[in-house]
């Protein structure tokens, strides 16, 4: 089984300094929902990894955040793709929870969910702790440069081995490529 950890805000919909707070405010990133759904094609399952500390610190609740999935949910759909599932964090830094990236929490709970090994998998993020959570699991760490990912590039301290692409997109080209290079078996 082929998987792949996605963050959310900075990799599939655009940032904001102030928070998702309503589905309103959550916007794709062009192109991004179509590598969703070329990945689903492709047979991967595309999990979201994302922490929310805008819950922890009032912003919005649980049932707005169901409704901002519902949207990118219903908006991957639209183009063919599927989120398969979607792990959040609601603490705060301070709340010291073991599933606020770049804890591996989450991530280990999608290798338990899913019943595979991390090692290998792709993790894409725009943010250091993305990588570094992803890493600390064996995953194979990938920043895009959308979101906060060129502040992350400047400031550096990247785990060793992390690839760095504009996009969501560029990251999924390059992947679905390496997958079709493999020869097929005699
Ligand atoms: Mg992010
Ligand atoms: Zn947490």
Not at 71 to 91: Q, T
Request: glycine share 10%.
């Amino acid at each position: 089984m082929k998987l792949i950890i996605l963050d959310r805000d900075g990799v599939i919909n655009h940032d904001s300094d102030h928070f998702i707070k309503s589905p309103d405010e959550w916007e794709p990133i062009p192109g991004s929902l179509e590598a969703i759904a070329r990945l689903h094609q492709a047979g991967y399952r595309v999990v979201v990894c994302t922490n929310q500390s805008g819950i922890a610190r009032g912003l919005f609740n649980i049932v707005t955040l169901n409704a901002i999935h519902q949207k990118m949910h219903a908006a991957v759909r639209m183009v063919g793709g599927e989120i398969n599932a979607i792990f959040f964090c609601p603490h705060a830094a301070d709340d010291n929870c073991d599933c606020r990236k770049p804890k591996p929490g989450m991530l280990q709970s999608i290798g338990e969910r899913f019943d595979v090994s991390l090692k290998g998998v792709p993790t894409i993020g725009d943010s250091l702790r993305d990588l570094q959570a992803g890493f600390v699991v064996g995953c194979t760490p990938y920043l895009v440069l959308t979101g906060k990912g060129e502040k992350t590039r400047t400031k550096g301290g990247l785990p060793p081995g992390t690839s760095i692409y504009p996009n969501l997109a560029a990251v999924v080209d390059q992947l679905l490529k390496s997958t079709a290079d493999v020869p097929a078996a005699a």
